[in-house]
């Protein structure tokens, strides 16, 4: 079945370690995202791949980038990770502006 | 004022019954609204989108009020497993999409 893959489902890292979370997806969509999200809380919008045009939103901070180094895999790294970035950290691809389907997602905790 | 926004419930209903949740949105030049499923700990899953006309899916309908910037989502004949969160999205470009923080629906015995 064509699906959005996130790798790994459950990251532990320590206070300030970098991290990289990984997503994959043979639904062959151009665009690819990468969510935020906190407990009780609206998925944010951290950033988005049209092609291979990077889009930042304005209130992502700096510690966090990401990577696509083809059509089917997009990555999140996060440089410098504080305890404020543990959330669920959501993949989502769309056919150019269509509907976007989700990863399965990727709990970070840091310690 | 939030982009979207929506009644965080918890909605506690019992089974059969007939709920409906509502969502306001901000930007008047939003041209795409959905609403998603998310059960807990899960990632979201398109539930329908909204169409200007209204549009209904089995038990579900939706309503889009341009006019009052809001939409709507009933549920008909509640079932055990409609029991999670739904969210609201809203978009100006589907690009761009924002995300109510959801509302609670407990479906009970």
């Known amino acids: 079945d064509a699906m959005v893959i996130q790798n790994p489902r459950y990251q532990v890292t320590q206070f300030g370690k970098p991290v990289t979370l990984s997503c994959s997806q043979t639904?062959?969509?151009?665009?690819m995202y990468w969510y935020q999200q906190k407990s009780s809380q609206a998925p944010k919008l951290l950033f988005h791949?049209?092609?291979?045009?990077?889009?930042n939103e304005a209130d992502t901070p700096d510690n966090f980038q990401s990577r696509r180094p083809n059509t089917s895999f997009c990555f999140l790294d996060i440089r410098s990770p504080g305890l404020g970035d543990a959330a669920m950290y959501l993949c989502?691809?769309?056919?150019?502006?269509?509907?976007?389907?989700f990863g399965p997602g990727t709990r970070l905790t840091v310690l | 004022r939030k982009e979207v926004e929506q009644d965080p419930g918890p909605f506690n209903v019992p089974e059969g019954a007939t709920v409906a949740f509502n969502c306001t949105y901000s930007?008047?030049?939003?041209?795409?609204f959905f609403w998603y499923r998310q059960d807990c700990r899960k990632e979201p899953k398109l539930l329908m989108s909204v169409y200007s006309s209204g549009n209904e899916d089995g038990r579900f309908t939706a309503q889009l009020n341009r006019a009052s910037q809001y939409i709507s989502l009933l549920i008909r004949d509640s079932k055990l497993s409609d029991s999670a969160t739904y969210l609201c999205v809203v978009s100006s470009n589907n690009n761009d999409m924002r995300f109510g923080a959801g509302t609670r629906l407990t479906v009970k015995p």
């Open positions: 639904l062959n969509h151009n665009v």
């Open positions: 930007n008047s030049a939003s041209q795409s």
């Open positions: 989502a691809t769309s056919r150019g502006t269509y509907t976007q389907y």
């Open positions: 791949y049209y092609d291979k045009d990077f889009n």
